[in-house]
């Protein structure tokens, strides 16, 4: 398994695969047809938000910095959009719909995938 080349990007996987985890949780809770707390969800999306920011200074700021930085930045940019959307709807609702929850963990996973494997060819 290739580690990103940059500090940066390697401190943006680490800090991704802990959103990962604690985004599993919390979509296995909701499965079992449970709410956790907004602020674990706040907490969760801080993570991966801060782990995108990183990748994406890491792309800009190294020269050596892993190509499939790019395509995982497309996927983090998408699982950020749902992930906001899944904010708003349990703001509103007070629950949230299970595939859409299903959609932002896809998308999640196929970020650290991207970020591990690089872009499927």
């Known amino acids: 398994m290739p580690l990103p080349e940059s500090p940066l990007a390697t401190a943006a996987l680490f800090i991704l695969a802990g959103a990962v985890a604690v985004g599993g949780l919390t979509a296995y809770v909701r499965l079992a047809e449970k709410n956790t707390p ?22 800009f700021r190294d020269n050596t910095a892993n190509p499939n930085a790019a395509p995982t930045l497309g996927f983090l940019a998408l699982t950020i959009l749902a992930g906001i959307t899944l904010y708003y709807l349990i703001r509103r609702r007070g629950l949230l719909p299970k595939t859409l929850v299903l959609i932002h963990a896809l998308l999640a996973v196929s970020a650290v995938h991207t970020l ?6």
Do not use: Y
């Open 38 to 59: 907004v602020d674990v969800g706040l907490l969760h999306g801080g993570a991966g938000l801060t782990a995108a920011l990183l990748l994406l200074v890491s792309l």
């Open 116 to 121: 591990l494997r690089g872009w499927p060819t």
